[in-house]
């Protein structure tokens, strides 16, 4: 799957001035994971990015991160977003790891446009 081609699509909405992914259902722990981790201007997702590539590249076979108030579980198939603060049934999330990757970089490069237009 090349950059620029997934299945779910997003849509950036302002809010307050701010830029915020919109995802459709099902994806609200990747919304939560964006907002919380590659929102500000100055965050380039470095860290994630080279994270999803070591797995894809089968660099290693899967890699566990703690972001602000959620856990990846990465791999080179799927990625796990999981929230363990959660009190109910929607405390995880899987999704394609190249997809993320490219929701990932894609948001990055919107969110970027966004704030040189303010």
């Known amino acids: 799957?090349?950059?620029?081609?997934?299945?779910?699509?997003?849509?950036?909405?302002?809010?307050?001035?701010?830029?915020?992914?919109?995802?459709?259902?099902g994806y609200d722990l990747v919304e939560v994971f964006i907002g919380t981790e590659l929102q500000a201007n100055d965050e380039d997702g470095k860290w994630i990015i080279e994270a999803i590539n070591?797995?894809?590249d089968g660099e290693v076979e899967h890699i566990w991160l703690q972001a602000k108030y959620l856990t990846l579980n990465l791999n080179s198939q799927e990625t796990r977003i999981i929230d363990p603060y959660a009190d109910d049934c929607k405390n995880e999330c899987v999704i394609s790891t190249t997809e993320l990757k490219t929701i990932l970089l894609d948001w990055i490069s919107v969110r970027d446009q966004y704030y040189l237009s303010q």
């Open 54 to 56: 070591a797995v894809i």
């Open 1 to 25: 799957m090349r950059r620029g081609e997934f299945s779910i699509k997003f849509r950036l909405i302002s809010m307050d001035g701010f830029p915020v992914i919109s995802l459709p259902d």
